[in-house]
């Protein structure tokens, strides 16, 4: 048997016996999942909504399904380079054009749960993954950056969007923090808790959105309202995140699953 045939029977095997685990990084899809709100002047994404086809009832007397209405950018989601305009023109930079290689890549996980309950519009700056560095080892190339922020555990749409008469304010990524993952580290892409990779007063940042801008404008994907980052290691877990295949998609709803070196 080939190493790499050797490596896939080892991890069935290890699946099975529990020692490395999967954990589910996705928060339950519903009605009442909360989609971030723009000002009034911008076109909105609207909640899921569930149109019951038939319930084992004469529409379908022995079968149960549903229709869906949701923005491609719905709870838990993928977002695309084309999502933004500085990912326009790249190439295959839609859902359905990916390379699926993509959809598999080991995790860097950044803990500013502490920072994030103390200020709401905490941001991740270079020196920040610096000594992060210093402490777990470079950031590999083609890694997700995960921002562990516990904002996944507030409850209500309230809390989760944490929006006043300012805006939202939720944390995020310092430009710099981001040139750094796109350009020097080669990063696949940054993933968060909050409700978008951008922290909730990124509107008023140098560029707008950098979260969006620079990562997308390099290639780069998102992922967003993820969940249990808390149950990941700094390093050592694999992501498994593949949106829809949506022809021309910007983004897709998405189960997030990483594979965990049990304890
Ligand atoms: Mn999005």
Redesign the pocket.
Known sequence: MSSAADLLAQLVDQLSQGSIRVVDLTQPLSPDTPV?DLPPIFGQSPPLTVERISYYDEPGPMWYWNTLRLG??TGT???APV?WITGRNLPNNTTDMLPVRQFVAPACVVDVSAQSAAAADFLLTREHLQAWEAEHGRIPVGAWLLLRSDWSKRTGREAFLNADANGAHTPGFEPDALRFLAQERDVRGVGVETV??DAGQAGGFDPPFPA?NIMHGAGKL?L?SLCNLDQLPPTGAVIIAAPLKIVQG??SPVRVLALVPAN
């Open positions: 971030i491609e950018h989601h993928f977002d999502h978008g990779t969006h998102g967003a910007s983004g």
